[in-house]
Every structure is written in structure tokens, then in C-alpha cells.
């Protein structure tokens, strides 16, 4: 069963406007969750992180939310630009375990000029 | 900026050669990973580091081994490598600590195993 979900394949945003990617979980015991930007045929480029601990974290045009009791996360990107068009994933860290990360199957961003 | 390297982007084997993948970071990380990553499997965990010398298990360690001699390079090892090892092979270098867990990772390298 799926521990990372992010239930949106595809979103397609103006440049300029936000983006909002979206990313639930079940696992209670997740510590830090992180976002992802991957383009084809190159390893993942580290975005963002968060521990459990906080509900919202900012780096530049990136930030991300957590909501613990609805186990959800989300990342904006403000204002998105066209060189934001790439694949991202969602990941948690096994808490408790080797902190090896756990993926959600990505999301496909698009910002059109 | 931080950087993640690999020895190879690509790599064509033949069955039961000695494959070594070497992962090369520049952040002073104690930290490091070893994943493989295919198609409907994620990313599963080989091996990770947390020292120099110091080595432990992932999740799918058999028929692979690591070496971490120094600090900044985490070696891959297939000791006699399978047609089941033909995979994606990314290696990450990670900062745990202060409230924070970022992994790093490189390009990957993508082996094929004849």
C-alpha cells in the first residue's frame, strides 16, 4: 500500500500565479518530509524540507505546509516561473528506521508564459 | 552549491564482472546513501553510511558491498554482477541534525547488466 500519495499526475499553472502541488501520507511515524524537483534523466534536485515538529517551512519562492492531523503537505511555488516545468515528488523520511526516504509516484508541473 | 557526483551516467556490464559505481560530495556530510531505483519498486535502500569505515544494511543489500574510506566518496560495489542488477543507481549525501534531514543526490548512473 501506497505511504506517499500524491493523487495528481498533472497541474498546469499561468506564469506568475501559484502553484500549489499536494501530497498525503499515512504513516504517523514520518519525521521530516522533503519535495523534489526531477527533471528526465537526472537524479532528484533537493527543493524543501520539513520536520513533523512544524507546520510550515520557506525558502524563496518555495514553502511548504503541514497539517498533521489531516496527514497532508503541500508546496507552493511563488511566483512560478516556466523554468519550474519538471516532474516533483513528494518523500518522507521512515521514521525510526535508517531515514532512507519514502516517494510519492510525482506530479507534473507545467507553467506556461 | 552542493554537489553530488558519480563516476558514470551510463555503463554496459557483462554477467559476473566486478562493477564498481563511485559517489564523490562536497558538503562535508557524514551521511551517505546508496539506493536503487525501478520502475513500479521506488527507490529501495542498499547501504548507507553514517562514517568513514562505518557501513550498514539497507533494504536490499545481497550481492552488493560498499567502501567508505574517506569522507567525501561512498563506493558502490557489485561483486559479481546479475542481469537483476540492471537498474538506476543514484547515491545521496545526507545532513541530518538542527531539525532538519536534506538528502542530496547525484545524476545517477544507469547500468546494464549483458
Known amino acids: 500500500d501506497q505511504q506517499v500519495k500524491q493523487n495528481s499526475p498533472s497541474l498546469s499553472v499561468q506564469e506568475g500565479r501559484i502553484s500549489i502541488l499536494n501530497c498525503d501520507y499515512t504513516?504517523?511515524?514520518?519525521?521530516?518530509f522533503l519535495w523534489y524537483k526531477k527533471y528526465p534523466a537526472e537524479g532528484p534536485t533537493f527543493l524543501i524540507s520539513?520536520?513533523?515538529?512544524?507546520d510550515k517551512n520557506e525558502d524563496g519562492r518555495f514553502t511548504v505546509f503541514l497539517n498533521k492531523s489531516a496527514k497532508h503537505l503541500s508546496l507552493h511555488i511563488v511566483p512560478s516561473q516556466p523554468g519550474d516545468s519538471a516532474v516533483y515528488f513528494c518523500?518522507?523520511?521512515?521514521?525510526?528506521?535508517?531515514?532512507?526516504?519514502?516517494f510519492g509516484k510525482g506530479t507534473k508541473l507545467s507553467v506556461k508564459p | 552549491d552542493v554537489k553530488v557526483t558519480q563516476s558514470s551516467r551510463y555503463l554496459v556490464k557483462r554477467t559476473g564482472e566486478k562493477v564498481f559505481l563511485e559517489c564523490v560530495q562536497d558538503?562535508?556530510?557524514?551521511?551517505m546513501f546508496w539506493y536503487r531505483q525501478d520502475p513500479g519498486l521506488g527507490l529501495r535502500l542498499i547501504y548507507f553510511?553514517?562514517?568513514?569505515?562505518?557501513?550498514e544494511k539497507g533494504d536490499i543489500p545481497e550481492g552488493y558491498s560498499v567502501s567508505r574510506e574517506k569522507k567525501e566518496r561512498f563506493s558502490l560495489i557489485l561483486e559479481s554482477a546479475s542481469t537483476n542488477q540492471t537498474s538506476m543507481y543514484l547515491c545521496?549525501?545526507?545532513?541530518?541534525?538542527?531539525?532538519?534531514?536534506?538528502?542530496?543526490f547525484g545524476p545517477g548512473t544507469r547500468l546494464t547488466v549483458t
Open positions: 504513516n504517523s511515524m514520518f519525521d521530516y
Open positions: 545521496a549525501s545526507v545532513y541530518m541534525g538542527q531539525g532538519r534531514h536534506e538528502q542530496y
Open positions: 553510511s553514517y562514517d568513514v569505515k562505518m557501513k
Open positions: 518523500a518522507a523520511v521512515n521514521g525510526g528506521s535508517q531515514g532512507n526516504l519514502i
Open positions: 558538503m562535508d556530510h557524514e551521511n
Open positions: 520539513i520536520s513533523s515538529i512544524k
